[in-house]
Each structure stands twice: as C-alpha cells, then as structure tokens.
C-alpha cells in the first residue's frame, strides 16, 4: 500500500471509530446533564463543599462560578510550582520563576496548555499530577458546563435559570471525564506509554555510553491532555517523545481521543434540543472545515518548496518516522482543530502551506471541530451570526430554535466572536512593533512573522501549540500571552453565558413558514460561509504576511 | 453581584481542593497502580536497560571502523549528527527557507556520504532531518539499507546476513496502514552484536 492510501484509509477508519461513539457518548452526554437523579458519591461531594444541587442559577451566578473557580485554579497552580521545593516528589527541582508560573497557571487552567518551560527539567510529580493533570481534567469540565448551560438556553423558556455549574461540573467530572480518562489510559498503557514515579533512569547504549532519561507519570496524563483537548506534554516533545506516543496506534488513538468528546458533544446538542439532526448539521460543517484544512496541510507537507526541505528530499525536519508525513498532519490538523494543542511533530518545520492550514484552523476560532465544550459553544455563536444574516437577507426577525434572536443576543454573538480576533492582531501587532521581538524569533523573514502570529493565535484561542522556534520566555511574551489566554477564554464564556440566560428567559416562538428550517444542508452552507466570513475578514492580511508569503515563494 | 462572586469563589475553592484530591492523587495513582501489573511493568518504565523505545545514536570508539547502525540527527546533539542530549528532547524548529537548515542538511548528508561511503545523492531525507523529538528510535528501510554494506565490512558479518538482520527489525504499517514501514535502530544493533560475537 503507497503512503497516500494508507493515510486515506487511516483516516477512514478514524471517522469509523468516531461515528461508532456518535450516538452513545453523545446521547450520555445528554442524559447526564438533564437527569435529576445525584450519584451517591456525588450527594456525599456536596455535601462535602457545602453545595446545594438542587438550586437552578441564574447566568450572572453561573459566570461567577466559573470565574471564581477558574481564579482560585490558577491561584493553586501557580502556588504549587513557586512551592515546588516543599512539595513531594520534586526531584529537587527549584520554585518555577514567578513569569512562567503565571504563564503556565493560566496556560492550564484555560484549557490552553502552551508550554514556555522544559516539563522534564522543570516539574516534578506533585505539580505535575496534583497541580497539571487536575487541570486538564477541571478546565475541560468547564468547557463542558459552559456549552450545556448555552444548550439549556435554547431548551428551557420562560425560565432565569440556566442549571447549577457545581453540578454541571461533577457531573462533568465524574461521569464523563475521569472514566473515559482512566479506560484511555489503560489502553494507552497497553500501547506502550510510559507511567512512572520517577524522576528518570540511567540506561547503557549499545555503545556502552550511558544516558539519563527523564521518566514521568505520563500516562495518566496522556489520556486528560487528549480526551480533553488540552495538549500539554509532560515530556518537552509532547506527542513527538516516543515515552508519550510510542507507535503508530497509540499515535491514532490519541487523535481519536481529542476529537471524540468536541465532534460527540454536537449529538448532545441535537438529543438535547430534541432534534439530533439540529447537531449532525454543525457536525458536518465542522467535519468539512476539518477535511478541507487536513487535504490543504496533508498535499503541503507531501509537496515542499522551501530550499531546505528540497535538499533533504521531504518535508521531514521535525516529523519522526514511525509516524511519516500522513500521520504527521493528520495530527496537525486535529490537535489545532480541536484547540488541543498537542503536538507529533514540529510545526515551526512544516512547510509555508502547511502551517498556514494549522494556523487557519485556529483563526477559524477554535470550531473544527473545536475544543471540549468550547468548540459547540463556539460554533452555536456562529450559528446564531448565521441565522441573523439570513434574517436580514430576507428582512425578518431571525429566530434559532424558536427562540427571537434580537439586540441581546447578537451583541452576546458579536463579543463573543471578536475578542479572539483583537488579540491575536493587537497581540501580534504589538509584539512586532518591539524591537526585541527580532531576537526571540527561532526564523527570519515570512516564517518569523508567522511564529509571532501563531503565538498570539494559539494563545487567545486556546489551543496551547506553537511555532516553537520563538522564544517566549521574556517577561513580555509570558504576560502577554497570559493576557490573551485569559481574554480569549473568559470574553466568550461570559457572553455566552449572557446569551444563555437571554435565551433561556424568552418563551418559545412557534416556527412559521418564513422560519429559516436549521437542521437542513442550506443552514450548514450559511454556518460555514459565516466562518469563513469572519475568518477571511479579519486574518486575510495577517496571513498574507505570513504562511501565504511563505507558501508563495 | 460582588457577594455572589466571593461565595461563589469560596464554593469553587472548596470544590477545587476535593477535586485536586480526585483528580491529581487518586486517578493516577490508580493508573500507575495498573501499570504495575505485569507484562505492563517493563513498558511502563520505559524499558530503558538498552531501550528500543527511544533512539540515542551509539558512537564508535573509532570511526574508521563503526560497527553501528545509526539513528536520525538530532536538534539537540552537539555534532553535526548525534547523539542527543537525553535529557530534554524536541526539534530544530528550523523552517524549510531557513537558511541554517539547508546548511545543515548539507553538512548531514556530508557526513553520512563520508562515513558510508556512497554519492551524497543516495542518502535518503529521514538521514539529513532531525526528528521531531530527538529521541527517534526509528529510521527509513532505506537509511537502513544504505548502512548495511559499512556494518557488514566493520563486523566481518556476510552482507547477506546483515541484511536479513535488517530485514528482520524492519517493521510494516500497522495492521497494513496505521504508520510508516519502520526499522528500529537500537534493537537491529543488538541483533548485530549478538550476531558479531561480541
């Protein structure tokens, strides 16, 4: 079989593994979420935190949820790696400087993941386990809570409340989260992936010569940093590091597990408002968006310009052979279209085309199919910009699942989706207005701008994957970044809030023959027009100076 | 508003603490309970005595005579090859117009046409690119089988022999199309040395 084919067929049987899950996990999803019945260990968690779990919230308390709870994660997980000396299993490794343990703070808790430290010469396992892999599973529940509360929005009326985020949170947690993540891990263990206490081992080569090796608990991590689209490595090489993903299954079934809650979430979206085909709709605009970056990345990265790459014969700087170029971008375009952030190979090494794709499948604002949570509430935003656009086309007043979309809910639409956009060019702008901008770049001329670009990108949406030749560990790029991070999170998570408790306040319009019918192919074509639209709009220039110039010359 | 946010920040601190405890002491810890089992233990712990799970090029005592196969460059190696520093791990993040790489993939290809002994055009692209990760174990069968002749030479192992040896640490996809058709260094450099007598 040539490579070309079995990277077609390799993806086949992605979508088959997905589409398998579709209906169960998505259909899970929505029963955990609308049931009353508590679990016993969860009456007895609420009790614990002094939580009432009957009591609908309403937006304004919701949002005051998440931000408290967001605030006090960071607070925690920036004290541990300053304490990191009084903890346990430290390996002796010192506090992490007060810039980077912001960074890295916020990096986590916004489900962001970027990364501007070496985890094996930097953590030990007290942070690593009780400070990183609890955020990877806390920042991706909130995801979670934040895109159920906007679908409760659509499903309730004449009601302020939009459900209960302490619930909405353990529910996300203990019967999603932590038991896919420990079945993923097993099976990532049985693949090979290493899990160890550690702090490293000494191995004799071949040679003779012998080398330390890091070792880490990277398992268990492993599988939260992928099923909840977060992306931190535990190693420096992330997904690349053969510890993390030894092989070509475990390479699959990590890119499996990052799509598979964001693309199952549109099922619980559509079981929720009580017409699946609602969520296959958004689904497919995802999946096209999705095929069309990977088509783009994949014919790039098989077809170099760069002189380099010509000399060497292929795009194969910063790739590792087990994987080859297929499995490369077929990761690429998964771990930035989903705001995981993980990478199985360099990106700052792929070709101009290639990592303009991954780029775009950030701009695109995180929807294809996004990140945990954040990629349905992301693309239902969308859907209701969609929605008003045909309104005004045809001169009524757009309505979204029998609910009016006016003033309120636009504005809430509107926020939502240019606050990415003004910090990745505020960002970036700024960024290369300095003058000691020129030095941190890892490459000059279209690339390095591009590495500044996709910083600011990775940062604002949430993805946590970089062109890492740039180096971001200067005060500026660590704040900064923290800044757009946080913006770019918590910007969207309030309006969408806002836009659920909106909604959730009207009564329900019966449709009309002048309804616009949204669980139909025509509704797909305007959500993904509208993408496009907002993408092009804005990042056309940015991009020009950047991959476009790259892939051009 | 302001009051709602301070208790609702104190429930979210509470819910935290319990949550860290779930999260960040009882689930891996009851992973690596699990990888403690055995037949999971080896894997688990890297494998590291002569591990074939990660790629760390031997040196020759003398490179006239280099009886090795050799792994991919590395970004963090101090040659112009390897081996890597173990210690840490990733790629050169070099673009593919820089001009820093297209020397260094000159001077790579330099290097292994010299140390086998071949026209610079036959070494092939897995040869003249680091990895992504430094540490990978893997090269192309063709890598492999430009380094055969040069390991059959040194050893004084027939050429045919090596290249059943290379042959048998060739890897295909997985299950026919997960991955790329893979020869694993560390372990062909065994089954050498094994063979060798040494």
């Given at each position: 079989?040539?490579?070309?084919?079995?990277?077609?067929?390799?993806?086949?049987?992605?979508?088959?593994?997905?589409?398998?899950?579709?209906?169960?996990?998505?259909?899970?999803?929505?029963?955990?979420?609308?049931?009353?019945?508590?679990?016993?260990?969860?009456?007895?968690?609420?009790?614990?935190?002094?939580?009432?779990?009957?009591?609908?919230?309403?937006?304004?308390?919701?949002?005051?949820?998440?931000?408290?709870?967001?605030?006090?994660?960071?607070?925690?997980?920036?004290?541990?790696?300053?304490?990191?000396?009084?903890?346990?299993a430290s390996f002796g490794r010192g506090p992490?400087?007060?810039?980077?343990?912001?960074?890295?703070?916020?990096?986590?808790?916004?489900?962001?993941?970027?990364?501007?430290?070496?985890?094996?010469?930097?953590?030990?396992?007290?942070?690593?386990?009780?400070?990183?892999?609890?955020?990877?599973?806390?920042?991706?529940?909130?995801?979670?809570?934040?895109?159920?509360?906007?679908?409760?929005?659509?499903?309730?009326?004449?009601?302020?409340?939009?459900?209960?985020?302490?619930?909405?949170?353990?529910?996300?947690?203990?019967?999603?989260?932590?038991?896919?993540?420990?079945?993923?891990?097993?099976?990532?263990?049985?693949?090979?992936?290493?899990?160890?206490?550690?702090?490293?081992?000494?191995?004799?080569?071949?040679?003779?010569?012998?080398?330390?090796?890091?070792?880490?608990?990277?398992?268990?991590?492993?599988?939260?940093?992928?099923?909840?689209?977060?992306?931190?490595?535990?190693?420096?090489?992330?997904?690349?590091?053969?510890?993390?993903?030894?092989?070509?299954?475990?390479?699959?079934?990590?890119?499996?597990?990052?799509?598979?809650?964001?693309?199952?979430?549109?099922?619980?979206?559509?079981?929720?408002?009580?017409?699946?085909?609602?969520?296959?709709?958004?689904?497919?605009?995802?999946?096209?968006?999705?095929?069309?970056?990977?088509?783009?990345?994949?014919?790039?990265?098989?077809?170099?310009?760069?002189?380099?790459?010509?000399?060497?014969?292929?795009?194969?700087?910063?790739?590792?052979?087990?994987?080859?170029?297929?499995?490369?971008?077929?990761?690429?375009?998964?771990?930035?279209?989903?705001?995981?952030?993980?990478?199985?190979?360099?990106?700052?090494?792929?070709?101009?085309?290639?990592?303009?794709?991954?780029?775009?499948?950030?701009?695109?604002?995180?929807?294809?199919?996004?990140?945990?949570?954040?990629?349905?509430?992301?693309?239902?935003?969308?859907?209701?910009?969609?929605?008003?656009?045909?309104?005004?086309?045809?001169?009524?007043?757009?309505?979204?699942?029998?609910?009016?979309?006016?003033?309120?809910?636009?504005?809430?639409?509107?926020?939502?989706?240019?606050?990415?956009?003004?910090?990745?060019?505020?960002?970036?702008?700024?960024?290369?207005?300095?003058?000691?901008?020129?030095?941190?770049?890892?490459?000059?001329?279209?690339?390095?701008?591009?590495?500044?670009?996709?910083?600011?990108?990775?940062?604002?949406?949430?993805?946590?994957?970089?062109?890492?030749?740039?180096?971001?560990?200067?005060?500026?790029?660590?704040?900064?970044?923290?800044?757009?991070?946080?913006?770019?999170?918590?910007?969207?998570?309030?309006?969408?809030?806002?836009?659920?408790?909106?909604?959730?306040?009207?009564?329900?319009?019966?449709?009309?023959?002048?309804?616009?019918?949204?669980?139909?192919?025509?509704?797909?074509?305007?959500?993904?027009?509208?993408?496009?639209?907002?993408?092009?709009?804005?990042?056309?220039?940015?991009?020009?100076?950047?991959?476009?110039?790259?892939?051009?010359? | 508003?302001?009051?709602?946010?301070?208790?609702?920040?104190?429930?979210?601190?509470?819910?935290?603490?319990?949550?860290?405890?779930?999260?960040?002491?009882?689930?891996?810890?009851?992973?690596?309970?699990?990888?403690?089992?055995?037949?999971?233990?080896?894997?688990?712990?890297?494998?590291?005595?002569?591990?074939?799970?990660?790629?760390?090029?031997?040196?020759?005592?003398?490179?006239?005579?280099?009886?090795?196969?050799?792994?991919?460059?590395?970004?963090?190696?101090?040659?112009?090859?390897?081996?890597?520093?173990?210690?840490?791990?990733?790629?050169?993040?070099?673009?593919?117009?820089?001009?820093?790489?297209?020397?260094?993939?000159?001077?790579?290809?330099?290097?292994?046409?010299?140390?086998?002994?071949?026209?610079?055009?036959?070494?092939?692209?897995d040869a003249v690119t680091a990895s992504a990760?430094?540490?990978?174990?893997?090269?192309?069968?063709?890598?492999?089988?430009?380094?055969?002749?040069?390991?059959?030479?040194?050893?004084?192992?027939?050429?045919?022999?090596?290249?059943?040896?290379?042959?048998?640490?060739?890897?295909?996809?997985?299950?026919?199309?997960?991955?790329?058709?893979?020869?694993?260094?560390?372990?062909?450099?065994?089954?050498?040395?094994?063979?060798?007598?040494?």
């Amino acid at each position: 079989m040539n490579d070309t084919l079995a990277g077609l067929v390799q993806v086949a049987f992605l979508l088959v593994l997905l589409a398998a899950c579709y209906v169960p996990l998505g259909d899970h999803m929505a029963r955990v979420f609308t049931v009353e019945r508590h679990w016993r260990v969860e009456t007895a968690l609420y009790r614990l935190v002094r939580v009432d779990p009957a009591g609908g919230q309403r937006w304004p308390t919701y949002a005051a949820g998440v931000l408290g709870f967001s605030f006090v994660s960071v607070v925690l997980l920036y004290l541990l790696q300053r304490l990191q000396p009084l903890l346990p299993a430290s390996f002796g490794r010192g506090p992490v400087p007060p810039a980077t343990a912001f960074n890295t703070a916020v990096s986590f808790v916004t489900n962001t993941n970027w990364q501007s430290y070496v985890p094996e010469q930097t953590l030990g396992n007290t942070v690593q386990m009780a400070g990183l892999t609890v955020q990877n599973v806390l920042s991706a529940a909130v995801g979670i809570a934040v895109a159920v509360a906007l679908v409760r929005g659509f499903v309730r009326a004449g009601t302020d409340r939009i459900g209960n985020v302490w619930v909405d949170l353990t529910r996300a947690t203990v019967r999603i989260l932590l038991p896919l993540a420990f079945v993923a891990a097993i099976l990532l263990l049985v693949m090979g992936v290493t899990m160890s206490l550690r702090s490293g081992v000494d191995m004799t080569g071949v040679d003779g010569a012998t080398h330390t090796l890091p070792l880490a608990p990277t398992a268990s991590q492993e599988a939260v940093k992928q099923l909840g689209t977060n992306g931190g490595g535990i190693f420096n090489a992330n997904s690349a590091h053969p510890f993390e993903n030894p092989g070509a299954v475990s390479n699959l079934f990590q890119i499996f597990l990052m799509l598979v809650v964001p693309v199952c979430l549109t099922r619980t979206f559509g079981t929720m408002v009580g017409n699946p085909r609602q969520g296959a709709i958004l689904l497919s605009v995802m999946g096209v968006l999705w095929g069309a970056l990977l088509a783009v990345a994949w014919f790039a990265e098989t077809h170099p310009n760069g002189p380099a790459a010509l000399a060497a014969g292929g795009a194969m700087e910063g790739k590792e052979v087990r994987f080859g170029i297929p499995s490369s971008v077929l990761f690429g375009i998964s771990t930035t279209g989903t705001s995981t952030g993980a990478v199985n190979s360099m990106h700052d090494s792929w070709t101009g085309g290639g990592g303009g794709a991954a780029l775009l499948a950030m701009l695109l604002g995180e929807v294809a199919p996004g990140g945990v949570g954040s990629g349905l509430y992301g693309i239902l935003v969308l859907a209701v910009v969609a929605v008003f656009l045909a309104g005004l086309m045809v001169g009524r007043t757009p309505e979204y699942l029998g609910k009016k979309l006016g003033r309120v809910q636009v504005t809430a639409a509107a926020v939502s989706i240019l606050v990415m956009p003004a910090v990745v060019l505020l960002g970036a702008g700024l960024a290369i207005a300095l003058p000691g901008t020129a030095d941190a770049l890892g490459n000059d001329g279209a690339h390095g701008f591009s590495e500044v670009l996709y910083a600011y990108a990775s940062a604002a949406n949430n993805n946590g994957s970089a062109f890492a030749g740039i180096t971001v560990t200067s005060d500026f790029f660590q704040s900064t970044l923290g800044v757009a991070m946080l913006l770019g999170r918590f910007v969207p998570i309030l309006a969408v809030l806002a836009l659920a408790g909106s909604l959730a306040a009207q009564r329900r319009a019966e449709p009309t023959a002048g309804t616009l019918p949204t669980d139909k192919p025509l509704f797909g074509v305007l959500v993904g027009g509208s993408v496009l639209l907002v993408a092009a709009l804005t990042f056309f220039p940015a991009l020009a100076l950047g991959p476009l110039a790259e892939a051009l010359s | 508003m302001l009051s709602t946010l301070r208790r609702q920040t104190a429930t979210g601190l509470r819910l935290l603490i319990v949550l860290t405890v779930v999260c960040g002491i009882v689930y891996p810890l009851a992973v690596w309970g699990v990888s403690r089992l055995p037949g999971l233990s080896l894997s688990a712990e890297g494998s590291a005595e002569g591990s074939s799970v990660i790629g760390v090029d031997p040196v020759a005592a003398d490179p006239a005579a280099d009886p090795f196969f050799h792994t991919r460059p590395a970004a963090s190696a101090a040659g112009v090859l390897g081996p890597a520093d173990t210690t840490t791990s990733g790629g050169s993040n070099e673009a593919g117009d820089s001009t820093d790489l297209l020397d260094a993939v000159a001077q790579r290809r330099a290097a292994v046409a010299a140390r086998e002994g071949v026209a610079p055009a036959a070494v092939p692209t897995d040869a003249v690119t680091a990895s992504a990760s430094g540490l990978d174990p893997d090269i192309s069968p063709a890598y492999a089988a430009l380094q055969a002749a040069r390991v059959a030479r040194v050893t004084g192992l027939p050429d045919a022999q090596v290249r059943a040896l290379v042959d048998r640490a060739t890897d295909g996809r997985t299950i026919g199309f997960l991955g790329e058709p893979t020869v694993d260094v560390t372990e062909l450099n065994l089954a050498v040395q094994q063979a060798a007598g040494r």
